[in-house]
């Protein structure tokens, strides 16, 4: 495993023509590189997310459920997903129209794959702060693609 506090730049020349001519040997730093990648990714963008997700207003149900889909969507193009505040696992956001309580009020649910089932294991009225992690490789299931498909419907929230 890399060491993830390496400048990407760095390590990148550093594989410029050490990568060997069998496929194992690449597939390994590959997988070096992504990891590093994503270390990277996580170390710079979770303060400045945490930063953006508190300065947008995310009430009504349409809202959160507009703001989950673009976090899902930024997270999964990085190889990244929310860590769960309760279990640490890689999660998905998925907005609530209305919680048990009196209030009423949307909420968040913090959803991740347990044996090919969707596990709920958190629940929020507002995302920050929020931690980033490296994105389960199981395979998608049904619930996740729905994330995927986002991906052509990008839109910056704001």
Known sequence: MVDNSRDFGQYLQGMNGSLEPSYSDRKRQLDEIRDV???WAMAVLEKPLNQHLNKVQAESYEEKKTLAKWLNSECSSLGLAIK????DEPSIVIAQP??????GRPYFLFAHQEHGKRVCTATRTDLAPLSLCPASMQAPSKWTSKV???RNDKREIS
Do not use: I
């Not at 769960?84 to 279990?87: A, E």
């Open 37 to 39: 990648f994503r270390g």
């Open 84 to 87: 769960c505040p309760n279990s």
């Open 148 to 150: 995927d498909q986002s």
């Open 98 to 103: 209305r919680s048990g309580d009196s209030s």
